[in-house]
């Protein structure tokens, strides 16, 4: 079994911090084949940029993107760009408070309010970390504890409170609203 | 972004930072560089870690400087490395020349993108053949591939080992789409990393020569420069008995004996130097010889084609100079279709064609350079249509 | 060091202890032209490492090409004979992997002021304790006498005809301008005063260049009405100014077609590859 995830916005929203701390998650904590990439542009903030985790069961999966899984568009120009590109059975997972026009693939919509989600969490630029754990609780890439672990690892001190509490609630939010479970 | 965790071994890491640890791990401790995309990070890598062992990390004024500044490290004894891409893989020419002529070990990792001149950032496989013939003058270059996290760790620690044992700058053909990909790889233990280093005199000081050796094919043991063994090094054409002043005499000997040295000593292994992998070949209708970043794509390609009942094998190439002519024979041997995918417009295809010639298997190239990865589905493409013939 | 080893050099101790010479009996000779300014320059610096009696086999001269290219080859220590121009990137590995290594570069004026300026003024930059000797001959000889960045304005040469119409480089300017430590000049008429010129300079810790001006009377000297090698003596003894001399020599030095001699600049100031190594263990033990 092979997913792969794109998370896709601007510079500057930690689309390939988010990327590292899902493969991480997944392949140093969980034990599974993870490798992630990026859309590389030189270091300037503020241009499009994606980052892709493929995480898989096979050592010999195919490492880069082609059609994700699961997309989590964090503006409008990336969600218009990629969510065509998702695959059939895949989910889009996005902001409606950064993307109001979500037409394209409706029915394969998932809205998560992860800026606000992030505000109350205490930093409203983990709104990348509450798309993580999101993300692993919809698709079962990743355990919570894997995430946070990662988080730990890899999200430098001053921040690591609000971003490990993002993920939490991100974590929650999808099991309750989204999976319809009880955290 | 480097993890915390310094005690755990399964780490997520860059193509990049791997072939750094790969060439620390096999004792690598000078590095001379000059910095650019995509290869940057492999050089913050040693910035970061060799000051801790002991090491040399420096940053010099270009890349012509970073080599020589190897040269200069190697002949004192240090196991030495840079890393670079395109436009400098045009700089460093020189200096592998110079290595190469001098007979002094170093490895150069180059982080290929797309050219010719400054190009894009983006990824390609565009300086492979450049690789053996990018320097001047006759010579036989070794280059190996690797086409994932973990093989950049690899083939660096087995680059570290040719170029130290054989007396000679090794090239690590890295890629942008694989040295900027992070896996989740097992790192050895650095101290189990164990490889040969280069050969020592075991004669007296007064009967050493930097160049001296019975065969043709034979590695002169090498002292280090300020170990009391007198060295004379020369990028000039030698022979083996050279002992300084040798350039008072011309001798046309000497020149011949200097160049045919310099590829008998790689030929002569080519067999132990040899990096290939098959997977399936043995029934295989269809073989796609693939290396670097096209061997994924090539196994998907053959993954989809078996469910559909479709002979496909696929023979990684990990090796590329010199050419492992022997296996891709092999493994081609009953083959209707061999392809060879490239992020180039046909560049080892040439390699496998002359190769294969001879046996009359068509040969197909696939390429793409527009700065994207090769997808299964160009290689499934090309299968379907050919199946359609 | 003894006087009597400054005093007198028997020149059969001298050969002996840092020379290998060809060897008459097989054919061999040197290969530097009748009358060449090199052999000058070897034997000054023959001299020099005789004075400064270190153990050869920690020191290193480092080439390229050029006439000067083979002259490391005729000592006893150990030579690089490396790309053209590269001399001072090669020293600067060779001092960071080994900083007990005595570093020579010995180099030609289109070699360091040229091809090989960036790792000149680099080095100089870094001051990493390396010894740059600069044989300046005003051009390009060993390919035959074209013009360079050393060529004097006028000069005639296989590649300026006419007379070369370029501003040519002030090669010791050029190094302290670059940060060099130490920075003299000598000529090949100063045969003496160019040892003491590189025994000082080998000694000094840093970056030390010593440029000699040194006479190729086959090629340049042919071409500009200066044929034989004592036209060159002559000149290189008749305008030479001693750096700091008394009497005038701050007026004499501007006259046109002058050139100072000496130390022409020194100081003390920390070396490259001990700040690398303090800079590192400040870095090792932040970890």
Redesign the interface.
Known sequence: MRTEVRFAGDGGQGLVLAGIVLAEAAGVYGGHYASQSQFYAPVIMGGPSYADVVISDSDTAFPWGTSPNVLVALTQRSFDHFANRVADDGLVLTDPSLVPERGIRADRVVPIPAREIAERAGAAKAANMVCVAAVAALTGVATLEHVQKAIDARVPGRLLDANRAAAKQGWDYAQKVLCGREA | MSNKHAQSRRVLLLGNEACAEGAIAAGVRFYAGYPITPATEIFERFAYRLPALGGVCVQMEDECGSMHALLGAAAAGQRVATATSGPGFNLVQEGIASLASAELPAVIINVQRIGPSTGSIHGAQMDVMQAQWGFNGNHQTIALAPSSVSECFWTTVRAVELAETLRMPVLVMSEMHVGLMRQAVELPDYDEVRIEGRPRPTCAPSDYRTYLCKRLEDVPPLADIGSGYRNVFQVTTHGSETAGGGGMVWDYKEADWHLRHLAAKVLHRRHEIEWVEPFATEDAEVVIVAYGSCVSAALAAMKAARQDGRRVGVLKLVSLWPFPEDAVRRHAAKAELVLVPELNLGQMVREVERVLGPSGIPVHPINRVDSYYMWPDDILGVLNAMAGR | MTSARRMAIPMVELAKATA?L?DAQ??????YCPGCGLGIVQSALARALYRLEID???V?T?GGSGCYG?M????????????HG??P??????????P??TVITIQGDGDALAIGA??FI?AARRNVDITVLICNNFGYANTGGQYGPSTPLGGVTETSPAGCFEYPFDACQLAIGAGATFVARSTSYHAIHMTNMLERAIRHKGFSVVEVLQHCHVLYGKRNGMPEATQWLTLFKENSVRAGAPGGAEARRAEPGKWEIGVLHQEEKPEFVEM?FA???K??GN?
Do not use: C, D, M, W
């Open positions: 290998r060809p097989a054919g061999e000779t040197f290969r050869l086999s920690t290193v480092v083979i490391g080859e005729y000592f006893q220590s150990n030579h690089i004979h490396g790309s590269r001399a990137a090669v020293g600067v590995g060779l001092k960071l992997a080994n007990k290594l960036s790792h680099h690398y800079t590192a263990a870095l090792a970890r």
